[in-house]
Nanobody, 129 residues
Framework: QVQLVESGGDQVQPGESLRLSCVVS????????IGWFRQAPGKGREGVGC????????WYTASVKGRFTIQRDRAKKTVYLDMSKLKPEDTAVYYC??????????????????????WGQGTQVTVST
């Protein structure tokens, strides 16, 4: 059974940094894709970024490019979302999700939540003064 567990959410001030972790169990990390999504109050779920673990390629939504980075530790079966220069509009519940067998077109469909097989429970990030 595949499980994803996020952690690291916190309340921080604008401009600060935060690292979220997503621990994956029940499946090998080598060939899957892990996506990060977020959902702000009253809004739909938005794709933040994705990593294809088969080759390490990453993709990000425009609003976080240059500020957020996805990294992986295969030995720990963990994928990280490193967030810097946080803004109030980054406030949301952040989720990680897995595509067990990414298609060759993953770079163009990574932000479609319907592509993902399993989801974590989410972790709250609040950016405020």
């Amino acid at each position: 059974q595949v499980q994803l567990v996020e952690s690291g959410g916190d309340q921080v001030q604008p401009g600060e940094s935060l690292r979220l972790s997503c621990v994956v169990s029940g499946v090998a990390l080598n060939y899957c894709a892990i996506g990060w999504f977020r959902q702000a109050p009253g809004k739909g779920r938005e794709g933040v970024g994705c990593i294809d673990n088969s080759d390490g390629n990453t993709w990000y939504t425009a609003s976080v490019k240059g500020r957020f980075t996805i990294q992986r530790d295969r030995a720990k079966k963990t994928v990280y979302l490193d967030m810097s220069k946080l803004k109030p509009e980054d406030t949301a519940v952040y989720y990680c999700a897995i595509i067990k067998y990414p298609p060759p077109t993953i770079g163009t469909v990574w932000d479609s939540e319907y592509r993902y097989d399993d989801w974590g429970q989410g972790t709250q990030v609040t950016v405020s003064t």
